[in-house]
């Protein structure tokens, strides 16, 4: 059974930087392309793309958003994904959840939908972050 696991969310001010992880078992790590997406619970609205990796961390995808502020990375030996978050914004205020691809060694870019929720099947249940102004 895959379970991932998100940790190091928090309240943090505005510019401060953060540093997400999401822990997993029960999933070939090196085989999946994996990403960052974020909810705005009070928000009717689908949980938005963050950023994503793919099986390989042979290339990265980010949402304009966070591009050139955060970073993804995958570090197998723990079989963790990482999402570093730098000079962060009160709008970046969300939970953030990662997820695992659905399909292995397949998608490579945005084009392939990395940016998609259902390009995802395993989910964890969110770290909260929270940048006041």
């Known amino acids: 059974q895959v379970q991932l696991l998100e940790s190091g969310g928090g309240l943090v001010q505005a510019g401060d930087s953060l540093r997400l992880s999401c822990a997993t078992a029960g999933l070939n790590f090196d085989a999946y392309g994996m990403g960052w997406f974020r909810q705005v619970p009070d928000l009717e609205k689908d949980r938005e793309f963050v950023a994503a990796i793919t099986w390989n961390a042979g290339r990265t995808s980010y949402a304009p958003a966070v591009e050139g502020r955060f970073t993804i990375s995958k570090n197998s030996a723990e079989k963790t994904l990482i999402l570093q978050m730098t000079d962060v914004k009160p709008e970046d205020t969300a939970l953030y959840y990662c997820?695992?691809?659905?399909?292995?060694?397949?998608?490579?870019?945005?084009?392939?939908?990395?940016?998609?929720?259902?390009?995802?099947?395993?989910w964890g249940r969110g770290t909260q972050v929270t940048v006041s102004s």
């Open positions: 997820a695992a691809d659905r399909r292995a060694y397949y998608r490579d870019s945005v084009v392939d939908g990395v940016d998609h929720p259902n390009s995802y099947n395993h």
